[in-house]
């Protein structure tokens, strides 16, 4: 692969234009001419009732292609960032979506733990069809699917709703993996995640920082990662040729993607990472997971 991979990749996707005015209301109604609401709108206007996998090839007939810029983090867990995902516009209207809905977080299986301080709502029922939220979950499935298929990595698949969370002053959530295999038999449910900033934690001493300690990463940084928002943080092993762990800086609309399933399917453990506390301000994320689909003999 070479010390660092940048690949552009084509998916469908249907980026709205902002309103004149800077209010993102047009995408918080059932229809552009419907009327302002930040309420989310029982009408279901396109789209499947499930995610089934079938609503990216549905929605991808009435859109255009786009383009993403998908750069390597790093290789265990495999990792990569895509700046620029969504535009401020869109990240500012799934916020508004969630804002009434928040709920302290749970962890599965366990309920609420002081691990996880946050709140948090799943896109179901009404706010599952709203076309915002579709939208966001097409172009995603449509731009993962290319950059797995690139890789040689298994089809991934969207097999949950969207979440929104949000993390206040002092707010985190302790280190963990997305699966539990010792709940699930050893079955990994999240193959992949995909987590999109949707606001920025930019200034000095914020944190928010998603990080992965156990992580391995190449020595080479590129301007592009860094400017982006990616820290490698130093090895204390005598192999100079890697760093040993990287955090991600919030950025909006940036996306960072990682993979919790190795190549075999058994569970990567250096996908373990943590939500360090934000120190100032909020984040709000909206995460997605993936499954991993066996090939067709």
Known sequence: MGNELTKFFACYGKQPSPASSSSPQHLLSSSPSSSSSSQPSQKKDFGPRKLDGSFSALYAKRTPVVYYRASLISLRPLALLIPNFLKPHEC??????ASPFLNPSRVCGEGLTSDRSSSSVFFTGPLRHHPAAINVQ?????????????????????????QVVKYSEGESYALHRDNDTEKDNGILQRAATAIIYLNSTLSKNAGGQTHFPNASSFLKKTKNLETNGVK????????????????????????LLFWSALPNGKEDLAALHEAAPVLRGEKFIA????SEQPPIN
Request: charged letters at 15%.
């Open 138 to 162: 097409a172009r995603l499935q449509s731009l993962v699917s290319s950059i797995a298929a690139t890789l040689g990595r298994n089809e991934l698949r969207l097999t949950e709703a969207l």
């Open 92 to 97: 500012q209207a799934l916020i508004e979506l």
């Open 232 to 255: 490698y943080l130093k090895s204390s092993s005598s192999e100079a040729s890697y760093y040993s762990g990287f955090s991600v800086q919030p950025r909006q609309g940036h996306v």
């Open 287 to 290: 995460t997605h997971w993936f």
